[in-house]
């Protein structure tokens, strides 16, 4: 029996164990004699649970008006330094990066043959496509391989914690 209660809910201390306390966990003590101290005005908002365990990144924030024709794609602190990602808005997909110096956003197919430009490799202002190694100015939107080619770029504005592209 001790087996097969193990082998459906997982050992005492496992992790199954683990997720259903931290699902399930009761009332917190707040007796005198616990050791519960409540939060401080001044105390910093504690991550939501599941952000801070799995590492989720801040949503983008509501309540945000962006300029015209610009679209809320992402929370500032969603994107560190150094770091590029991938959007869907609108239907479209882009390529947001931030540099170090700003944000900047691009299209997400590379103009070479189709690559995903969010996954590529950013240095300074210079994005590296993972395909073929074609390398990019974000900042100028220029192809630093084939002048022929450029790279569609969209303009960036922050206001508050939102980053906005104009789409
Ligand atoms: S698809 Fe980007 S370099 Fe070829």
Redesign the pocket.
Known sequence: MGILRTLLVGRENGLRAGIRRRLFKGPVDTSPGSSYSAPRDDDPPAPRPAEASLGLKPEPPRGVTPPDGYEVVLHREALKPGKITEIIIGGTAIAVANTGDGFHACTNT?P????P?GEGELVGNVLT??????SFDLAEGTCL?NGDVELLTYDVKVVGDAVCVKL
């Open positions: 590379c070479h043959a189709g690559g430009l496509c993972p395909y073929h190694g074609w391989t």
